[in-house]
Antibody, heavy 118, light 105 residues
Framework: QVQLVESGGGVVQPGRSLRLSCAAS????????MHWVRQAPGKGLEWVAV????????YYVDSVKGRFTISRDNSKNTLYLQMNSLRGEDTAVYYC???????????WGQGTMVTVSS | SYELAQPPSVSVSPGQTASITCSGD??????VCWYQQKPGQSPVLVIH???KRPSGIPERFSGSNSGNTATLTISGTQTMDEADYYC????????FGGGTKLTVL
């Protein structure tokens, strides 16, 4: 079935780096744009980044520009989020989500928790 | 930056109709979608392109969008519908509303 599975979360000190992965299955991964969305504890959803189906276009929320990098490997059906210079305010559950080509996210992963703390 | 405003909470009695609003400048000119999120779970798309229900979403969920306001309507609300609901649209980037906690009591 259609599935997204995130991994790579954990506890990290401020200023350090972490890379998240999102393994896709059940659909043609290379046909769809993909997003990262995060949710701080007890808070709402915040869009983080998007990458086009072929990886040629990438966009970020202002608060992560220059620190986070979204990428994908279509041969491995995997989406990535490289997070550098992490801050306390980056603490959140990070979800990957599939773009349905019509402005919505139709498939979400289960999320991976990132905690930035000394 | 573009903003979407939702009421923090809405209460409804079982079997009644719940309406959750989402407001933004000229929102009717954009596609709006809605997500349901239950505690400890990932969001689930319940309405896309303003009015369309994905496969598997009950018919009691419907949406509308006009002017500056989009509305998610749940007819014959059930206790299982108790959740947080988020609207979402695209402006220059993806924007989510702040979320509405729907209580069914």
């Amino acid at each position: 079935q259609v599935q997204l599975v995130e991994s790579g979360g954990g506890v990290v000190q401020p200023g350090r780096s972490l890379r998240l992965s999102c393994a896709a299955s059940g659909f043609t991964f290379s046909d769809f744009g993909m997003h990262w969305v995060r949710q701080a504890p007890g808070k709402g959803l915040e869009w983080v980044a998007v990458i086009s189906y072929d990886g040629s276009k990438k966009y970020y929320v202002d608060s992560v520009k220059g620190r986070f990098t979204i990428s994908r490997d279509n041969s491995k059906n995997t989406l990535y989020l490289q997070m550098n210079s992490l801050r306390g305010e980056d603490t959140a559950v990070y979800y990957c989500a599939k773009d349905d080509r019509a402005s919505a996210f139709d498939i979400w992963g289960q999320g991976t928790m990132v905690t930035v703390s000394s | 930056s573009y903003e979407l405003a939702q009421p923090p909470s809405v209460s409804v009695s079982p079997g009644q109709t719940a309406s959750i609003t989402c407001s933004g400048d000229k929102l009717g000119d954009k596609y709006v979608c809605w997500y349901q999120q239950k505690p400890g779970q990932s969001p689930v798309l319940v309405i896309h392109q303003d009015t369309k229900r994905p496969s598997g979403i009950p018919e009691r969920f419907s949406g509308s969008n006009s002017g500056n306001t989009a509305t998610l309507t749940i007819s014959g609300t059930q206790t299982m519908d108790e959740a947080d609901y988020y609207c979402q649209a695209w402006d220059s980037s993806v924007v989510f509303g702040g979320g509405t906690k729907l209580t069914v009591l």
